[in-house]
């Protein structure tokens, strides 16, 4: 599952006019980056689209050419506007249909629970040609996976269940590591040294984070790096940075 | 403010690593899309980018010939990963310095405070060529228009006192109403009719929320037009629609 050296990246599309429109906010994307993220794959790119069949395409064949890995959440229900499996099928260049092992799973699914298996929720088992699939151990309907393309479903307890399935297909490279050092901080004082502590370190990323409570701004500066070593040199820098500007640091996870 | 024919449309870009590694959890996009939805404007796609020079010129160029307008968040602090005003200037293909205007109000608001105007902090006055300012009242460093761009702060509280101070910058079209018929109802019970309902009536979008609480699956059904009338004859079909499916119905505006 690990690959010390090598940056492992993925992408994330988020399929679904509800998102577009406010109506629902999205928590897929934080719970994917997290995940990835403690897998050592990092998130590089993420996209909204809506359920328009040539956005989706597009994105999805923009994406899984520039990067490791692409996930996409949405779109795979039994409704009209559930239009994702096709529209990978089309990204892909593949023909599209019931899926055998689908099939089966969602025919003993709806048979135990004496519900019909019409053909709205046999819609749920059109997978594309070449995919292989994903479980779903909620609600049964299967994600699947084509070449380095992972297609979820949109409800966050469904997709989780379904990522979590998954790890075993996925490779992960080296883990970047954080830490954080905030404090009460003016962004504009501490954005001197802080470029100057960059300059010095141009392998460890750093970002600082402003915000605003209660009236106050304070900044969290997190630093990110695959080298635990040179992380502890650099936060215990980072703290007499801060100290230097008469502020008391407080020192986190980067989270 | 308002054109009722129009669709006009816009793209959100959300600036900023944080947003990718999952340390933050994005809330920017879904107050945009509620805010211009409202005002007659539908985002029809996101993207979250990195702090990374090219990919935030191409996403920029991309969806500002693609779409009618450009909103983005984050990226214009005083640090050295601030790097949203220089690359949207290169994206233009603008020279890029310090604003005049910008500088005055950022010089008047430091003075005041008995703050130093220091070199990182005159880098929030870094504004492209031919750019107008977009006021900030809550920590003075402004936004900027360019074209049909508008680049704002990546803080919720400081963004949306930005967004709000545009909105008469803003052309709207034809303002997409919304109402919701929903119900503990199994969405492949409901995907056929729905699906009849849809054919029945093209130009209004239906879009079907299935959600999962306390093990019950239950789905929204999401009807979407511009004219009032063809809204309300829908929803009397959907409530007919779900009741004859021995679901009592629940009608909701669609949020």
């Known amino acids: 599952m690990s690959d010390t050296d090598k940056k492992v990246t993925a992408a ?8 577009l429109s406010g109506r629902t906010q999205d928590k897929n994307l934080n719970f994917i980056a997290t995940w990835l993220g403690e897998r050592g794959i990092r998130v590089m790119e993420a996209r909204v ?3 328009i069949e040539d956005e989706i395409v597009d994105a999805v064949n923009t994406l899984r050419a520039k990067f490791d890995y692409v996930f996409t959440s949405g779109g795979i229900g039994p ?24 099939m089966a799973r969602l ?12 053909e709205a929720r046999q819609r749920m088992a059109r997978i594309p040609d070449t995919a292989t699939l994903i479980d779903n151990p909620v609600s049964k309907a299967p994600g699947f996976q084509i070449g380095n393309v992972f297609v979820m479903a949109g409800i966050p307890s ?13 490779t992960g490279g080296a883990r970047m590591l ?21 300059e010095k370190y141009p392998a ?10 209660d009236g106050t701004f304070g900044a969290n500066l997190v630093f990110r790096s695959t080298d635990p070593a040179l992380l502890e040199a650099v936060k215990q820098e980072a703290v007499e940075m801060v100290r230097s500007l008469g ?8 989270t």
Request: proline content about 6%.
């Open 12 to 19: 994330v599309i988020m399929i679904g006019d509800e998102i």
């Open 49 to 51: 689209v809506p359920d």
């Open 79 to 102: 409704t009209h506007d559930d239009i994702t499996a096709d529209s990978i099928a089309k990204a892909f260049g593949v023909p599209i249909g019931h899926h055998p092992e689908a």
């Open 107 to 118: 025919t003993a699914h709806y048979e135990a629970q004496g519900i019909e298996f019409n």
């Open 158 to 170: 469904v997709m989780q269940a379904m990522i979590t399935g998954i790890e075993d297909r996925l």
């Open 178 to 198: 954080a830490c954080s050092v905030a404090g009460q901080i003016a962004e504009g004082m501490v954005a001197g040294p802080l470029g100057a502590l960059q």
């Open 204 to 213: 460890v990323s750093m970002g600082s984070y402003p915000y605003y409570k």
């Open 247 to 254: 502020v008391e640091p407080v020192i986190g996870d980067g």
